[in-house]
């Protein structure tokens, strides 16, 4: 989505980036899953709207983020 | 094995191309009957990695009949030169994808002959509005079936029914010039249906390919492009210790490489087997090895598991010299570009050593577990071919004749002492559908010999042929150590008083004969006999075609303003080492 990481957090989404569609959410999904050996159900799919919604779903799924 | 990128690298990377730097351009149309979001960017990355400048249209979703049928559609305002249509089982089938059985067989029957007869109906519509190659994907046959194990007992059952469609499509096709099938099946198959295709992916977003398999359908499609654009590759020079064979035969010996039934010889053996059958295609094999040559030549002729023979390779280099001077050699003798070149071996010295020297050659890292040679090689989509000719299939032959007439140059006092013992005939014939295609693919692949570079696709070909103002000629040369082919190619507008060269050109490989010599008064002699006044050409400079630059003044051509005139008062030079039979 080109957007520098600097400028990244929990709140980053549709609302903050207008690259933020629904495919381009798509590969970062499936990408995601692929990097944390994870499986998201249709429901948290459907339920992700911004990076904090990520980090959630990751963590019900046993992942241990660092947040710092 | 999925050796691609992520979709997402490939994204990001298509935003960064300036099309503008790649001389070569190609305008891709994607239509599709369900999502195939990424597709494009993956293409025009990996076009970038070929230099070529690609821009892509893609339909709508599942607007592919809409951009068809509609003659000022975007799709035929975007002008494409090649069209993918990708198509899939479910979309096709209907609601019979889920109840096949709630039709009888008769009317299952009549369902594939009305689906077949509308794919056949797009396809012309859009081969007779568009100058574009269709490459149409088949359908990929499904795996499961309501009635279970039972299915196969069925008559004309669900997998039937798309074996037929597909049969019947391809068949269709094989008779379409412009129109292709892709393996959309075998794709699927060699993949896994299970991989490819993923529920959670299809519910959430219609998404039938999932998007780590879009790169590698990318790959698949870009042996089109690469086609096409005759950026393929020609030759496969090759290693032979730990490359064609397991082992050092300098120091393990005759008798200790490994080579034969047993692991790990097979895998060197399944190796040379798949790379024989490229060389029965026309693929030209060379060896460039840093051995001892007579070591290595006993294992070629003698060795009983060694399925590659002296009579397979186009040029042996086995010495101590380093492998860029062999290299060098190898490309002199076959007289071939460099980009038409592959090179294979397991020494990362070696590799890096071709590789920023001679950075138009494609150097192939094979790794060092023989396990995997064969994949990489079947996984390349470097030998893909519209058309395979019957001078492809017979190159590795005719380089061989090559070797023997060298030998026999050899021999002989001067070089008009061998032309003339050579027997050159030259047949002269107006093209017709069986030369088309050789025709044009001399046309986009000769670049040394080639007075103006005009590239040709086989419709354009087609075109002049069917004007009456157009002369579209080749040459097919033979002499006695066997036949070259069709090898020279000229295209002539036919004007009022003057005729005007439009393309005349000639493969390198049998350059130094002077038999363009030939051709050329061949074309003023017919010029004559029509009474024409002049014939005209020009020269048209590239980095490559040097050894023609001198031709016209070299053959009475006199300059005119911008074009190199022959008057036909002048005597025509007719060289007496040839003999031409104009049919």
């Known amino acids: 989505m080109n957007i520098p990481l600097s400028e990244i957090n929990d709140m980053s989404g549709s609302q903050s980036i207008g690259t933020w569609d629904s495919f381009n959410v798509y590969v970062l999904l499936n990408e995601i899953e692929t990097e944390f050996n994870v499986r998201f159900t249709l429901d948290e799919s459907m339920d992700i709207k911004n990076v904090g919604d990520f980090k959630r779903h990751l963590k019900n799924h046993g992942v241990i983020l660092d947040d710092s | 094995m999925n050796q691609e990128k992520k979709l997402s690298h490939y994204i990001s990377e298509a935003k960064l191309i300036d099309i503008n730097k790649y001389e070569k351009k190609l305008q891709i149309a994607i239509l599709g009957s369900f999502t195939l979001n990424g597709l494009a960017e993956v293409i025009q990355v990996k076009c970038s990695d070929i230099k070529v400048g690609c821009t892509t249209y893609v339909s709508n979703y599942n607007q592919y009949n809409q ?36 039709i009888d067989i008769t ?121 096409i654009l005759s950026i393929n590759k020609k030759c496969i020079v090759l290693d032979l210790d730990d490359t064609l064979w397991g082992g050092i035969v300098g120091e393990d010996g005759f008798e200790g490489i490994k080579l034969g039934p047993t692991p790990p010889g097979n895998a060197y053996v399944e190796f040379q087997k798949r790379l024989l059958a490229l060389h029965q295609r026309g693929i030209i094999l060379a060896i460039n090895s840093k051995n001892n040559e007579q070591d290595a030549l006993d294992v070629i002729r003698k060795h009983p598991h060694m399925i590659l023979r ?68 079947m996984e390349m989509n470097d030998f893909d071919s519209l058309h395979i000719t019957d001078d492809d299939v017979r190159r590795g032959k005719m380089y061989l004749e090559d070797k023997n007439r060298k030998t026999f140059l050899g021999s002989v006092n001067n070089l008009d002492d061998f032309l003339k013992q050579l027997d050159i005939k030259i047949e002269i014939k107006n093209a017709d559908e069986f030369s088309i295609p050789r025709i044009s693919q001399l046309t986009l692949k000769t670049n040394q010999f080639n007075l103006t570079t005009k590239r040709y696709q086989e419709e354009d070909i087609r075109k002049f042929v069917n004007d009456k103002k157009m002369l579209v000629e080749c040459a097919q040369v033979k002499d006695k150590f066997g036949d070259n082919g069709i090898t020279c190619v000229s295209i002539v507008k036919k004007e009022d008083s003057e005729w005007i060269i439009d393309t005349f050109l000639m493969s390198c490989r049998i ?42 003044p070299d ?29």
């Open chain 2, 511 to 552: 350059m130094g004969r002077r038999i363009e010599d030939g051709i050329l008064s061949s074309i003023l002699q017919r010029a004559k006999e029509e009474e024409i006044k002049k014939v005209k050409a020009s020269f048209i400079p590239t980095l490559k075609n040097q050894p023609i630059a001198n031709f016209l």
């Open chain 2, 555 to 583: 053959h009475g051509f006199v300059k005119e303003g911008d074009y190199w005139v022959f008057s036909l008062e002048n005597d025509i030079k007719t060289p007496k080492h040839l003999k031409i039979e104009r049919k």
């Open chain 2, 310 to 377: 002296e009579e397979h390779f186009a040029c042996m280099k086995i010495n101590w010299n380093d492998k860029l001077a062999n290299m060098k050699e190898i490309v002199n003798e076959l007289n071939i570009g460099l980009d038409s070149i592959m090179f294979i071996d397991d020494d990362p010295v070696n590799r890096e050593l071709i590789h920023t020297t001679l950075p138009q050659i494609l150097t192939i890292d094979i790794g060092n577990d023989p396990v995997n040679f064969v994949s990489i090689l």
């Open chain 2, 67 to 102: 951009d068809i049928l509609n003659d000022s559609s975007d799709l035929y305002k975007f002008s494409p030169n090649i069209t993918f249509l990708i198509l899939d089982t479910q979309s096709i089938l209907g609601s019979l994808y889920y109840f096949p059985y709630s």
């Open chain 2, 107 to 227: 009317q299952r029957k009549k369902y594939v002959e009305e689906k077949l007869n509308n794919l056949k109906n797009l396809i012309n519509i859009f081969v007779k509005r568009s100058n574009s190659k269709l490459v149409i994907s088949n359908f990929v046959i499904p795996t499961y079936s309501p009635y279970g194990i039972y299915d196969s007992k069925i008559d004309y059952g669900i997998k039937e029914m798309i074996i037929d469609l597909n049969s019947k499509l391809n068949d269709y096709i094989k008779n379409q010039n412009s129109v292709y099938c892709y393996d959309l099946n075998g794709f699927v198959t060699t993949y896994g249906q299970n991989n490819v295709f993923d529920y959670h992916k299809y519910f959430f977003g219609d998404i039938k390919i999932a998007f780590d398999y879009i790169p590698s359908l990318a790959h698949d499609l870009i042996s089109y492009v690469k086609s």
